[in-house]
Protein backbone atom coordinates (compact mmCIF):
# COMPACT_ATOMS: atom_id res chain seq x y z
CA UNK A 1 0.00 0.00 0.00
CA UNK A 2 0.66 3.38 -0.79
CA UNK A 3 0.41 6.78 1.28
CA UNK A 4 0.18 10.43 0.53
CA UNK A 5 0.24 12.49 3.32
CA UNK A 6 -0.59 16.33 2.61
CA UNK A 7 0.51 19.35 5.02
CA UNK A 8 0.82 22.62 4.69
CA UNK A 9 -2.16 24.37 4.34
CA UNK A 10 -4.26 27.41 6.07
CA UNK A 11 -5.51 30.39 6.46
CA UNK A 12 -3.58 33.68 4.66
CA UNK A 13 -4.65 36.62 3.32
CA UNK A 14 -4.27 37.95 -0.12
CA UNK A 15 -0.88 38.22 -1.80
CA UNK A 16 0.43 36.00 0.85
CA UNK A 17 2.71 32.81 0.55
CA UNK A 18 1.92 29.04 1.73
CA UNK A 19 3.65 26.36 1.28
CA UNK A 20 1.99 22.85 0.94
CA UNK A 21 3.91 19.38 1.77
CA UNK A 22 3.50 15.48 0.12
CA UNK A 23 5.31 13.45 1.25
CA UNK A 24 4.82 9.83 -0.15
CA UNK A 25 5.17 6.08 1.88
CA UNK A 26 4.74 2.35 1.80
CA UNK A 27 5.90 0.18 -0.96
CA UNK A 28 7.60 1.88 -3.39
CA UNK A 29 9.99 1.29 -5.86
CA UNK A 30 9.94 4.46 -7.87
CA UNK A 31 7.82 7.84 -8.36
CA UNK A 32 7.21 8.58 -12.19
CA UNK A 33 5.09 12.40 -12.33
CA UNK A 34 4.09 14.10 -9.29
CA UNK A 35 1.53 16.61 -8.99
CA UNK A 36 -1.21 19.16 -7.11
CA UNK A 37 -4.66 19.28 -8.26
CA UNK A 38 -6.83 21.84 -6.34
CA UNK A 39 -10.84 21.70 -6.17
CA UNK A 40 -13.26 24.56 -5.15
CA UNK A 41 -16.94 24.22 -3.95
CA UNK A 42 -18.93 23.54 -6.57
CA UNK A 43 -16.11 23.58 -9.59
CA UNK A 44 -14.70 20.16 -10.94
CA UNK A 45 -10.98 19.40 -9.79
CA UNK A 46 -8.46 20.75 -12.23
CA UNK A 47 -4.57 21.04 -12.27
CA UNK A 48 -2.71 23.15 -10.53
CA UNK A 49 1.04 21.80 -11.52
CA UNK A 50 2.84 18.53 -12.48
CA UNK A 51 6.49 17.34 -11.96
CA UNK A 52 8.46 14.58 -14.23
CA UNK A 53 11.39 12.50 -11.85
CA UNK A 54 13.52 14.35 -13.92
CA UNK A 55 11.74 17.82 -12.60
CA UNK A 56 10.32 19.26 -15.46
CA UNK A 57 7.40 21.38 -14.80
CA UNK A 58 4.23 22.40 -15.94
CA UNK A 59 1.76 24.70 -14.76
CA UNK A 60 -2.10 25.84 -14.97
CA UNK A 61 -2.07 29.04 -16.54
CA UNK A 62 -3.86 30.81 -13.22
CA UNK A 63 -0.86 29.82 -11.23
CA UNK A 64 2.39 30.50 -13.86
CA UNK A 65 4.38 32.74 -11.93
CA UNK A 66 3.15 32.86 -8.65
CA UNK A 67 3.62 28.84 -8.05
CA UNK A 68 6.23 27.00 -8.12
CA UNK A 69 6.55 23.00 -7.93
CA UNK A 70 9.75 20.71 -6.67
CA UNK A 71 10.34 17.26 -5.46
CA UNK A 72 13.03 15.55 -3.68
CA UNK A 73 13.25 12.20 -4.97
CA UNK A 74 15.28 10.93 -1.93
CA UNK A 75 12.34 11.57 0.17
CA UNK A 76 9.45 10.81 -2.01
CA UNK A 77 8.16 14.58 -1.58
CA UNK A 78 6.56 16.83 -3.45
CA UNK A 79 6.21 20.42 -2.91
CA UNK A 80 3.67 23.63 -4.22
CA UNK A 81 5.17 27.32 -3.04
CA UNK A 82 2.65 29.53 -3.39
CA UNK A 83 3.19 33.00 -3.92
CA UNK A 84 0.92 36.09 -4.38
CA UNK A 85 -1.89 34.12 -3.17
CA UNK A 86 -5.96 35.20 -4.59
CA UNK A 87 -9.32 34.70 -3.26
CA UNK A 88 -9.67 32.82 -6.34
CA UNK A 89 -6.49 30.11 -5.33
CA UNK A 90 -9.21 28.82 -2.38
CA UNK A 91 -9.83 25.46 -2.99
CA UNK A 92 -9.20 21.47 -1.38
CA UNK A 93 -5.30 20.84 -2.94
CA UNK A 94 -5.06 17.60 -3.41
CA UNK A 95 -1.18 15.91 -3.95
CA UNK A 96 -1.22 12.68 -6.70
CA UNK A 97 1.66 10.61 -7.24
CA UNK A 98 2.53 7.49 -10.04
CA UNK A 99 3.87 5.01 -7.78
CA UNK A 100 5.24 1.69 -9.06
CA UNK A 101 5.20 -0.57 -6.28
CA UNK A 102 7.94 -3.02 -7.58
CA UNK A 103 9.66 -3.89 -10.16
CA UNK A 104 7.40 -5.69 -12.77
CA UNK A 105 4.20 -3.21 -12.43
CA UNK A 106 2.83 -1.04 -13.62
CA UNK A 107 2.81 2.37 -11.72
CA UNK A 108 -0.67 3.51 -10.32
CA UNK A 109 -1.52 6.91 -9.31
CA UNK A 110 -2.38 7.63 -6.14
CA UNK A 111 -3.70 10.66 -4.18
CA UNK A 112 -3.09 12.55 -0.73
CA UNK A 113 -6.49 13.13 1.10
CA UNK A 114 -6.09 17.15 0.86
CA UNK A 115 -5.65 20.34 2.81
CA UNK A 116 -7.51 23.20 2.23
CA UNK A 117 -6.13 26.48 1.30
CA UNK A 118 -8.58 29.97 2.04
CA UNK A 119 -7.40 33.03 0.80
CA UNK A 120 -8.98 36.17 1.97
CA UNK A 121 -9.28 39.28 0.61
Known amino acids: QVQLVESGGGLVQAGGSLRLSCAASGSIFSINDMGWYRQAPGKQRELVATITSGSFANYADSVKGRFTISRDNAKNTVYLQMNILKPEDTAVYYC???????????????WGQGTQVTVSS
Open 96 to 110: LAEVRPSVGRRSQPY
